[in-house]
């Protein structure tokens, strides 16, 4: 089991782990995801100690490997790392490769390393590669061969860091495959991957990493159908994201005009639909802040690119207001006339406990 403690780790610049907290339990099979530079590589790191934790504690199976006096080597051999970069040795031939470590850090024979280095070239398909350099090998495979090395160590654990996506995209499967029989084997295993497919096949658990840590930590079905948190349920779903927040009746209506165009314009909207985002906001603006005591209002548009479906959040303080009841007869035409559904709701707990959400139609 890997216990984490209250772990950091700082750079000059960011923080990318700011106060990490997590067991993982044997045979747990671990997907990592979130967007890059929100330190997925540093956890991974940090974990075989490749990066030195600013602060914090890491136990492995109750041995703290955080300990400046914890013999690291030997806590290496037992955590396999695969590298996006295969760093297979060149000038060694693939059945080289795998003996290496064996022989040199856990003192097997020649025999014993060759026998098992067979074995496991074998269960990744490419026992008549044996003889090959790395060179004479295809990415696909040479990370193939990457993943039996590190077996070749019988580690308890195994890390891999976006193990597929240094390769061309008719070698990802091959890889996929191997790394799939692997998870059935009951090893505990820590996978960072954007190919979310995938993380949902073969993981019993996925972190979705955000604001310098965990952000949510949960089962694939609870992250990937019912995800917690906001940003979680963002990501999964591949949504842009645009947040107006209006604070006044004088607001710059035509900054943030602006700003919805950028954002339709960035995330290549269809001008069809931009040109409802942008209408929609207006109308809704003008139907609202009428009738508003406090002006506040928080805007949000959603735009799925996958299903190329964009909606508008608002939400206001105050008395719940029914906009399709009565007021601006036009904008409510005009808004009814781009959306496929409107419908309000009530939050008494949040901060602005009303909510009117507008999904634009897309055709
Ligand atoms: N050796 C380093 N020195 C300084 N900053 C680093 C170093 N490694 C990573 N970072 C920064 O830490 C943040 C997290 O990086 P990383 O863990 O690689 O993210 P991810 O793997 O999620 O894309 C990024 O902002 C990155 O620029
Ligand atoms: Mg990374």
Redesign the pocket.
């Known amino acids: 089991m890997i216990k984490i403690e209250h772990l950091r780790k700082e750079?000059?610049?960011?923080t990318?782990l700011k106060d990490v907290s997590v067991e993982i339990n044997d045979g747990d099979v671990i997907s990592v995801i979130?967007p890059?530079?929100?330190?997925?590589?540093?956890?991974l790191r940090c974990i075989n100690r490749l990066e030195e934790p600013t602060s914090g504690r890491i136990l492995v199976n109750g041995t703290e490997i955080t300990d400046p006096k914890c013999d690291i080597n030997r806590v290496r051999q037992k955590m396999g790392m695969v590298f996006q970069s295969f760093n297979l040795f060149g000038h060694l031939t693939v059945i080289e490769n795998l003996m290496l470590s064996p022989v040199d850090l856990l003192g097997k024979s020649k025999q014993e390393a060759y026998d098992e280095g067979m074995r496991l070239l074998r269960t990744v398909g490419l026992a008549e590669k044996a003889l090959s350099y790395p060179d004479e090998l295809s990415g696909g495979q040479k990370q193939r061969i990457a993943i039996a090395r590190t077996l070749a160590m019988d580690p308890d654990i195994i890390l891999l860091d976006e193990p597929t996506s240094a390769l061309d995209p008719t070698m990802v499967g091959e890889v996929q495959a191997v790394i799939r029989d692997l998870a059935k084997t009951g090893k505990t295993m820590m996978i960072?991957t954007h190919e979310m497919n995938f993380a949902r096949a073969i993981s019993s658990r996925v972190f979705y990493?955000d604001e310098n840590g965990i952000y949510e930590d949960g089962t694939p079905e609870q992250i990937f159908e019912h995800p917690q948190r906001e940003k979680t349920r963002c990501f999964v779903r591949q949504l842009k994201v645009l947040e107006l927040n209006i604070e006044s009746r004088d607001y710059d209506f035509l900054g943030m005009a602006g700003e919805i165009d950028t954002y339709c314009h960035k995330n290549q909207i269809a001008p069809k639909t931009a040109g409802r985002i942008q209408l929609a906001f207006e109308e809704t603006a003008q139907l609202l802040l009428p009738r508003l005591k406090d002006p506040r209002v928080r805007a949000v548009c959603e735009y799925s690119a996958a299903a190329e479906k964009a909606e508008w959040t608002f939400t206001y303080g105050g008395e719940a207001l029914d906009v399709t009841e009565k007021g601006d007869e036009l904008a409510l035409a005009v808004l009814k006339g781009m959306t496929e559904s409107v419908d309000s709701s009530r939050n008494e707990d949040a901060e602005l406990p009303n909510t009117l959400r507008l999904v634009i139609r897309s055709e």
């Open positions: 750079y000059p610049n960011v990318p979130g890059s530079g929100m330190g997925k590589s540093t956890l960072v990493m």
